[in-house]
């Protein structure tokens, strides 16, 4: 099976701080995603890696970078959080191009305060 | 452009009825991947199905079916005598193929089903 770890379940930060939300797959996958979930919205891509050191900004990027320097781990950085931030934050991870199935961890639910 | 719609924000029923999930998608690519995920209180998404679209066979899963009807472009799903563990958050998804860049999941924004024991 196919395991997908974050970091944290919660996390409270400060406006202004720098977070990092870690994500680790154990799957050889070569493609890793982050999205953020807001009801209502449903989920939206922040950003896609689909391999080492590879990056490509999804859908909503601002105020967003990722990092990805091993195969096996994609981390979101908030560079400055913002309570707009607060959310739920998903990591999903897919063999490769030819393949369809995100496999998604736990979810890091963030409040910004 | 895609877009996937589940008119249907929150759905309560009673156990062991029957429910049906409903999901409108819209989408230039002739050829697109639609899929179904559940989000139980734990948070985590767990795959339920892939489609493509050149095959609009209706399939089932024990108590899941999936009508996928190309003429209408949607996908409902739908669960027969449901139970208390089927309450969740249901969401759709399309992605279109061949896959190109980041060939995104592009999510509806959700159904919360409760079935009421």
């Known amino acids: 099976d196919v395991k997908v770890t974050q970091s944290s379940r919660y996390l409270v930060k400060r406006t202004g701080e720098k977070v990092f939300l870690e994500c680790v797959q154990d799957?050889?996958?070569?493609?890793m995603f982050w999205y953020r979930q807001d009801p209502g919205l449903g989920l939206r891509l922040i950003y896609f890696?689909?391999?080492?050191?590879?990056?490509e900004k999804g859908d909503i990027p601002e105020g967003y970078s990722v990092s990805r320097e091993k195969k096996e781990r994609f981390s979101l950085i908030l560079e400055s959080a913002s309570t707009n931030q607060t959310s739920m934050y998903l990591c999903?991870?897919?063999?490769?191009?030819?393949?369809?199935?995100?496999?998604f961890g736990p979810g890091t639910r963030l409040t910004v305060t | 452009a895609q877009k996937v719609t589940q008119a249907q924000t929150e759905i309560s029923v009673v156990e062991k009825e029957d429910v049906t999930l409903d999901c409108v998608y819209e989408t230039r690519d002739t050829t697109y991947y639609l899929f179904w995920y559940k989000q139980p209180p734990s948070g985590e998404l767990v795959f339920l199905i892939r489609?493509?679209?050149?095959?609009?066979q209706n399939e089932i899963s024990g108590r899941y079916s999936w009508n996928f009807q190309k003429s209408t472009s949607s996908f409902n799903f739908t669960i027969t005598a449901s139970q208390v563990v089927d309450s969740a958050v249901y969401f759709c998804?399309?992605?279109?193929?061949?896959?190109?860049?980041?060939?995104?999941?592009?999510f509806g924004t959700g159904t919360r089903l409760t079935v009421i024991p």
């Open positions: 489609r493509n679209s050149f095959d609009e």
């Open positions: 799957m050889d996958h070569e493609n």
């Open positions: 999903a991870s897919r063999l490769g191009r030819n393949s369809y199935e995100q496999y």
């Open positions: 998804a399309l992605t279109p193929y061949p896959q190109t860049g980041a060939n995104n999941l592009f």
């Open positions: 890696s689909y391999d080492v050191k590879m990056k």
